[in-house]
């Protein structure tokens, strides 16, 4: 599918929950959210008939985010009835990955083929306090598990000032012996994001560069992402960069999104979408679904404009959106 811009769509984010077993700084507050009544949240009926929908108009690639998408019972069933839909060849999951300690196995076999960690620091405390309160050991032995299952892993971590400042090598370090990619994900204005400090892209990539060695752009694919790749010599994976803020990379987006409660959002930082559910249940016949969700991605966005002054800025938070 092509949208008005001319960028081919071909990827869908799916946050199949808001809810969370982790409350990170940057992402929500202290105390919880107020989640979606549970009757606003789509049945994995509605998510399957959306999904089936946009593969009929040309996406390939299906990522399932959340909140944790581990923490909605059933994650893996839905996985499975994904897989089965024609046209869908790559099933992915953004995770903290706690969910899915002993049951990597179970989410191949359901049809996972690459997993993206949400992983900050390697030092237990610091994990526990960005986290508020998660524990770090099992997610190390996902990533292994992972590997060791011939799923795909990258390592998606956000720098953040007076946070994990001080473990950003030794994460990056996780590529050396392991064929995985480590990622830095610049930090957004979004939700709790907004108060916060980002560590600037061309910082961690000039501290990488004195700590581990000269990084060699590579060139290689990694995916269907805007992350751009290099990598110290003797490193079996690449370090990412993905730099929303400083390298805008709207040019070449590909991706809608479908939040929990069944919106699909056309860009991370506007509001711009449609009301996909009341869709969904005033009864919307197949061709007419197809119609409305090709009419309302060809109206994606031109660029995010996070440092302009836009009408229509999203106030959703991240758990809501998925990343
Ligand atoms: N719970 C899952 C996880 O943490 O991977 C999936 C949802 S989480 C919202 C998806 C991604 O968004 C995570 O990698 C997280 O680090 C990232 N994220 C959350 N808030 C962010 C912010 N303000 N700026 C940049 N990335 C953010
Ligand atoms: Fe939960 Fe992911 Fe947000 Fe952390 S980043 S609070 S794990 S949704």
């Known amino acids: 599918m092509i949208d008005a811009c001319g960028r081919t769509i ?12 982790l409350r990170c700084v940057y992402c929500m507050p202290a105390g919880g959210i107020e989640p979606f009544p549970h009757a606003d949240v789509l049945t994995f009926e509605e ?16 990522r399932l985010t959340g909140g944790e998408p581990m923490a909605r019972k059933g994650c893996l069933e839905l996985m499975r009835l994904i897989r089965d839909i024609e046209g869908i060849e790559e099933i992915s999951m953004t995770t903290n990955g706690l969910l899915l300690d002993g049951r990597v196995e179970e989410a191949r ?10 992983l900050d620091t390697l030092d237990p405390e610091a994990y526990r306090r960005i986290t508020r309160r998660g524990e ?50 610049e930090l957004m204005p979004v939700g709790c994001g907004a108060d916060l400090v980002p560590i600037p892209p061309d910082e ?28 110290p010599a003797g490193f079996r994976g690449s370090i990412g960069f993905i730099s929303a ?9 590909n991706r809608v999104r479908l939040t929990a409660d069944g919106y699909l959002k056309l860009c991370l930082n506007h509001k711009a979408g449609m009301d996909v559910r009341a869709l969904l249940r005033n009864g919307v016949e ?3 679904l197809r119609s409305a969700l090709q009419e309302a991605i060809e109206k994606k966005p031109r660029r995010h404009g996070f440092l302009e002054d836009i009408s229509d800025r999203e106030v959703r938070r991240m758990n809501e959106i998925g990343g």
């Open 136 to 185: 770090l050991s099992p997610v190390l032995r996902v990533i292994d598990e992972a590997l060791a299952s011939g799923i795909r892993v990258k390592v998606n971590a956000v720098p953040v000032r007076g946070l994990n400042d001080a473990g950003l090598v030794d994460l990056a370090r996780l590529a050396k012996d392991r064929p995985i990619d480590v990622r830095f994900i």
């Open 245 to 253: 803020m400083s390298h805008e990379f709207c040019e070449s987006c």
């Open 10 to 21: 071909d990827y869908v984010r799916i946050s199949i929950t808001d809810r969370c077993n």
């Open 286 to 288: 197949d061709e007419a």
């Open 47 to 62: 998510i399957v008939r959306v999904t089936r929908a946009l593969a009929q108009l040309g996406v390939r690639y299906v």
């Open 109 to 118: 076999k359901a049809g996972l083929t690459a997993l993206n960690i949400s």
């Open 204 to 231: 961690v990539y000039a501290l990488l560069n004195c700590e581990l060695g000269a990084l060699r752009d590579d060139p290689e694919r990694h995916g269907f992402g805007p992350a751009r790749y290099a990598k």
